[in-house]
Structure formats: C-alpha cells, structure tokens
C-alpha cells in the first residue's frame, strides 16, 4: 500500500507560468511534507517544506500548500522557468515513528 | 568538501562478488540514510542512523549490510547481490531525524549486478 502518491507522472509547462504539482497521502500520523527536485545524474535536493499546523508556506517563487483534511498537498512555482525541468518527489514524515516516505515523482517539464 | 558524497559513482558486480558503498558528509549531520531507488518505483527507504546508532532496518536483506564507524561516514556492504538489487542507490544525512530542514542526498551510486 503506497502510503505517498503522485499521480501525474509528468507536467508539461510554458514559461511563466504557474506549475501545480499534487500529492496525496493516507497515513494520518504524517505531521512534516517536503518537496524535493531531482535532475538527472544528481541526488534529490530539498525544496520546502510545511508542518502539518500550517496549511501554507511561501519561499520564493515555491509555495506549498497542505489541505489536512483532504490528506492532500501541493507545490506551486510561479513564474515558471526552463531551469525548473526536473523531477519533483513529495515526502511525508511521521515525526514519532522517525519515518519519512516518498511518492513516485513528477517529471515536469518547462518550454520556454 | 561539503555536502554529501557517495563513491564510486557507478559499480557493476556480479552476483559472487563482494564491494561495498562509501557515504562522506561534512555538514555535521547527526542522522544518515541508505534509500534504493529502483526504476518506476518511489524512493525506498533501506537503513537509518541516528547519532551512529542504527535506528531503523527497513526489512532490507541481509545481503545489505549497513556500517557507521562515525558521525560523517556510513558504508553499504554488498554481498550475494541478485540482478534485481540493480538499482540507484542514495545516501543522505539531516540535522535532526525526521526534521523540517529535510535531507542533504549525495548524487548515488548506480549499481548494476550482473
């Protein structure tokens, strides 16, 4: 059972505009979210992330959103940029259990 | 040096061999991690390590076997691999376990056992 999904596995985008990258998760006891990019031949690099007692933070042109209720968040980059091509993994933490899950990841892609 | 590093970079091995995975960080972290990333399939998270202690053995094999001498170092031991632990294999390392400042990965090893 993946307790972490995204279902798009990929997002085509032109150049300033918004992108929107969802993810949705089960467990309830997930109390940190994270959103990590990955370029090719390279490890995952941390983005931003949200405590589950906010339902929003803002670094930049990344916002993250968190819906607790719906068990859903997102990422949103505005304005878009070619540099911004890679691919995007969520993660869930639950703090108490010392666990931290991925979803499959999001290919997005930037036309300029 | 900053940031984390994995050596080598790209290991093929065959199934009698015996290599093992190198992982150096130098952000004074105090938890480290081995994830395996397989094709199609989300990060899976291998081994934890907390202030050198190991906190979490994800049901991995015992083909794999993790080792952390200290705080900046973790190793991966591979033995009796089969062809379908080829995979990318990622170490990373964070402040505090389970933080919000998330994780510093090196770039992995690709793995190939034939």
């Known amino acids: 059972d993946q307790q972490v999904k995204q279902n798009s596995p990929s997002l085509s985008v032109q150049e300033g505009r918004i992108s929107i990258l969802n993810c949705d998760y089960t467990?309830?006891?997930?109390?940190?979210f994270l959103w990590y990019k990955k370029y090719p031949a390279e490890g995952p690099t941390f983005l931003i992330s949200?405590?589950?007692?906010?339902d929003k933070n803002e670094d930049g042109r990344f916002t993250v959103f968190l819906n607790k209720s719906a068990k859903h968040l997102s990422l949103h980059i505005v304005p878009s940029q070619p540099g911004d091509s890679a691919v995007y993994f969520c993660?869930?933490?639950?703090?108490?259990?010392?666990?931290?899950?991925f979803g499959d990841g999001t290919t997005l892609t930037v036309k300029p | 040096e900053t940031g984390v590093t994995q050596t080598p970079r790209h290991l093929v091995m065959g199934m009698t061999n015996k290599k093992s995975l190198k992982c150096e960080q130098h952000?004074?972290?105090?938890?480290m991690y081995w994830y395996k990333q397989s094709a199609k399939k989300p990060l899976e998270l291998m081994f934890v390590?907390?202030?050198?202690?190991?906190?979490e053995n994800n049901s991995v094999p015992s083909r794999f076997s993790p080792e952390c001498p200290n705080s900046s170092h973790l190793f991966l031991h591979l033995h009796t691999l089969q062809p379908e632990d080829s995979a990318l294999y990622l170490c990373?390392?964070?402040?505090?376990?389970?933080?919000?400042?998330?994780?510093?990965f090196g770039s992995g090893t690709r793995l190939t056992v034939v």
């Open positions: 993660a869930a933490t639950d703090t108490n259990a010392g666990k931290s899950t």
């Open positions: 467990n309830s006891m997930f109390d940190y």
């Open positions: 952000l004074g972290h105090n938890a």
């Open positions: 390590y907390n202030f050198k202690e190991q906190t």
């Open positions: 990373a390392s964070s402040q505090v376990h389970g933080g919000l400042d998330g994780y510093t």
């Open positions: 949200i405590s589950s007692i906010k």
